[in-house]
């Protein structure tokens, strides 16, 4: 059997969510795939991708690299298709072809821009609901993270339930699990080397990530918690200026030197951090804050189960299925309540050691392996 993968978004500088998910569902494939005797696999990408040496297999794995400018999926990869079908094409993350094969099947992570039209620019919000509207009408299959985004689905393209399928992310412990992170020089210049309790946000900083709110909160938050910052670590994406001028604007509004001067401070951006850095802050952080206002799955929580971490984050859309009782949830949307939640977590060590062993509990529920299967199994019926 020909299985084909768009694998677009394999390899990226500035991988977030969606990329690493690509990187090991694909590579995960790749495994199955080399236990079967009559499978081979074409990986179509425009620019070389490297793949660990255990999948390496020339008479099995095939790199297909098909450079193109611009709107390589829709022209490109389709002329691929047209040419060279393979028996199944599988889409991790992106848009499918106009040209694909009989049995075609795509991951829809989400529809986050159906409920909020204004964090994206007006080209990313058309092109995200025309390709979903495709999708739905063209593929074989759809592949769902969460039920959530299943139901939405259904809801705001009449996706016949039968054609989707929910399949969880697994959770893949990181590399060097057992070893401490060091702190890098990075870090250091942002002054972690002090040693200061923290909140801690990991993801794209963007306006669906309702971090201006957030801002907000921890600036109630850290009235009676001086010694507290918010750390905010992650790229910038659409509506990061709104994001960092609200924390601008909140030092200048407080003027005398016990927490005035000190608010813009006490908020710290590194911007993207590589996985070490990013293992530093979660080994280190009090506490991990996801207040976003849509997610489809939203991975960073079952990072911070794996480290230990106490969480709050929103009672919107997948975050509840996804944390169950092993989280803290507030109405993204009340900037009195998400600061309440984080005192009320703050002051009690008992809840944050429940909600740990909770936490620990539930990342069980989330194997990466049976991602794989299940994910393979629908590309090979």
């Known amino acids: ?152 689905l259904i809801k705001f393209f009449k996706c016949p339930a039968e054609k989707i399928s929910v399949v969880h992310h697994g959770f893949k412990k990181p590399a060097k699990s057992g070893q401490s992170a060091g702190l890098s020089e990075n870090l250091k210049f942002f002054g972690f080397d002090k040693k200061f309790p923290y909140i801690l946000f990991v993801g794209r900083l963007e306006s669906k990530k309702n971090l201006a709110r957030l801002v907000e909160a921890f600036k109630i938050f850290a009235e009676n918690k001086s010694d507290y910052r918010l750390v905010l ?53 009090e506490i991990f804050a996801f207040p976003s206002l849509y997610e489809g799955f939203g991975f960073p929580v079952l990072e911070a189960f794996y480290y230990g971490k106490p969480v709050v984050t929103s009672h919107v859309s997948c975050l509840p299925e996804v944390a169950g009782d092993a989280a803290l949830y507030f109405d993204p949307f009340d900037v009195s309540e998400i600061a309440n939640v984080l005192e009320k977590l703050a002051n009690n060590k008992n809840l944050r050691d429940e909600l740990v062993e909770k936490g620990k509990s539930r990342l069980e529920k989330f194997d990466l392996k049976i991602s794989i299967k299940k994910t393979f199994d629908i590309l090979v019926k």
């Open 1 to 152: 059997m020909k299985i084909g993968i768009d694998a677009s978004r394999y390899s990226h500088k500035y991988a977030t969510g969606v990329e690493w998910y690509s990187y090991q569902i694909i590579n995960g494939i790749l495994g199955e795939a080399l236990k079967k005797p009559d499978s081979e696999v074409f990986l179509y990408s425009p620019a070389d991708i490297n793949i660990p040496k255990e999948f390496e297999h020339p008479g099995k794995v095939r790199k297909i690299i098909i450079p193109f400018k611009r709107f390589w999926t829709l022209i490109r990869l389709s002329w691929e298709m047209r040419k060279n079908p393979p028996d199944v094409l599988f889409v991790p993350s992106h848009t499918l072809p106009l040209i694909r094969p009989k049995f075609s099947v795509i991951t829809i992570h989400d529809v986050a821009f159906k409920y909020l039209k204004k964090s994206y620019p007006l080209l990313n919000y058309w092109y995200l609901n025309w390709s979903t509207k495709y999708a739905v009408k063209h593929a074989s299959k759809i592949i769902a993270p969460s039920e959530a985004t299943k139901n939405d």
């Open 233 to 285: 670590a992650g790229k910038q994406g659409f509506g990061f200026e709104e994001i960092l001028e609200k924390v601008r604007k909140l030092g200048r509004k407080l003027q005398h030197p016990q927490s005035g001067a000190e608010v813009e401070n006490r908020v710290i951006m590194p911007g993207y951090v590589d996985e070490d850095e990013k293992k530093y802050l979660y080994e280190n952080c």
